[in-house]
């Protein structure tokens, strides 16, 4: 299974560093995958290093799909800031992406008007 990632995750989302990668690739073949990799209209919304790791170590990715309730970058951020252990200046760039992801969104719709 061949996913795409959803552009508000690559909009939003700080990359991972190759440190943090190696230990997530450690933990995924040591424990399996514990957390589901998050879907929204068919793409990866949260999870893509995650499903990056499972297709690496030939392990079958399990998915959900997102149930709403919020906008697709609160859900980002309020997935990601803390628990990816980002520094202050990780933080403030990512709600400076998330801001910039919201206002280009903003001028679609009004585009559409």
């Known amino acids: 299974?061949?996913?795409?990632?959803h552009p508000?995750?690559?909009?939003?989302?700080p990359e991972m560093s190759p440190e943090s990668y190696a230990k997530l690739l450690e933990d995924i073949?040591?424990?399996?995958?514990r957390y589901p990799i998050i879907l929204y209209q068919g793409k990866i919304l949260d999870g893509k290093?995650?499903?990056?790791?499972?297709i690496e170590l030939g392990i079958e990715p399990w998915c959900e799909d997102w149930?709403?309730?919020?906008?697709v970058v609160e859900y980002l951020l309020g997935e990601n800031l803390y628990r990816r252990?980002?520094?202050t200046e990780e933080m403030e760039d990512t709600s400076r992406r998330a801001?910039?992801?919201?206002?280009?969104?903003?001028r679609k719709r009004w585009a559409k008007k």
């Open 1 to 5: 299974m061949i996913l795409e990632i």
């Open 8 to 13: 508000a995750n690559l909009a939003v989302l």
């Open 29 to 33: 073949s040591g424990f399996g995958l």
């Open 49 to 54: 290093y995650r499903y990056q790791a499972c």
């Open 67 to 71: 149930q709403g309730g919020s906008s």
């Open 85 to 87: 252990h980002m520094t």
């Open 99 to 106: 801001m910039e992801y919201h206002r280009e969104e903003a």
